[in-house]
T-cell receptor, first 115, second 109 residues
Framework: EAQVTQNPRYLITVTGKKLTVTCSQN?????MSWYRQDPGLGLRQIYY???????DKGDVPEGYKVSRKEKRNFPLILESPSPNQTSLYFC??????????????FGPGTRLTVT | GENVEQHPSTLSVQEGDSAVIKCTYS??????FPWYKQELGKGPQLIID?????GEKKDQRIAVTLNKTAKHFSLHITETQPEDSAVYFC????????FGAGTRLTVKP
């Protein structure tokens, strides 16, 4: 089954404790992206990747890191989480290198709480 | 960059009625306009999209219209059913994709 998977689905952590949210897709998609969803703000892009070893900042990259060493995986790293990073996070992937042309497939989401 | 505004933020309709959600965008270079449906506890899922060379597209009970001159596009759902209840997001994409803030649609049986 074609899908985007994220782990963990739920995470409660404390300020300053490094964490990684994994994302994997099995559709051989070139484009992958991370979003955060907050009430009233919709989906805001954190980082995106057009292909392996190519990553770019989205609208809200501060406090986050990503890597794209393999085509299928795109982990999101919070080196020193803070309470304002409490949010619902979505990973997405798309067929082409240009995000404007293709449907994005979203993962099920990761609800992160930072205390 | 692109800026997308979506209205209304909440919408409640009676089963069988129509629902309309409207979005405006700012970047005239945007050429792809998808609509996503997000059910509780799930990620957004594409329900329909339209490209800039088309003015209207239909898929059963769902239709999208695009007015490039006015920079607005709309989602129309006819004969609404309770399972249409969800949060709907519009998006506009050119060099980058921007999402609207979302509309929570409730269809009352």
């Amino acid at each position: 089954e074609a899908q985007v998977t994220q782990n963990p689905r739920y995470l409660i952590t404390v300020t300053g404790k490094k964490l990684t949210v994994t994302c994997s897709q099995n559709m051989n998609h070139e484009y992958m992206s991370w979003y955060r969803q907050d009430p009233g703000l919709g989906l805001r892009q954190i980082y995106y990747s057009m292909n392996v070893e190519v990553t770019d900042k989205g609208d809200v990259p501060e406090g986050y890191k990503v890597s794209r060493k393999e085509k299928r995986n795109f982990p999101l790293i919070l080196e020193s989480p803070s309470p304002n990073q409490t949010s619902l996070y979505f990973c997405a992937s798309s067929l082409g290198g240009s995000q404007s042309l293709y449907e994005q497939y979203f993962g099920p989401g990761t609800r992160l709480t930072v205390t | 960059g692109e800026n997308v505004e979506q209205h209304p933020s909440t919408l409640s309709v009676q089963e069988g009625d129509s629902a309309v959600i409207k979005c405006t965008y700012s970047d005239s270079a945007s050429n792809y306009f998808p609509w996503y449906k997000q059910e509780l506890g799930k990620g957004p899922q594409l329900i329909i999209d339209i490209r800039s060379n088309v003015g209207e597209k239909k898929d059963q009970r769902i239709a999208v219209t695009l007015n490039k001159t006015a920079k607005h596009f709309s989602l129309h759902i006819t004969e609404t059913q309770p399972e249409d209840s969800a949060v709907y997001f519009c998006a506009a994409s050119g060099d980058d994709m921007r999402f609207g803030a979302g509309t929570r649609l409730t269809v009352k049986p």
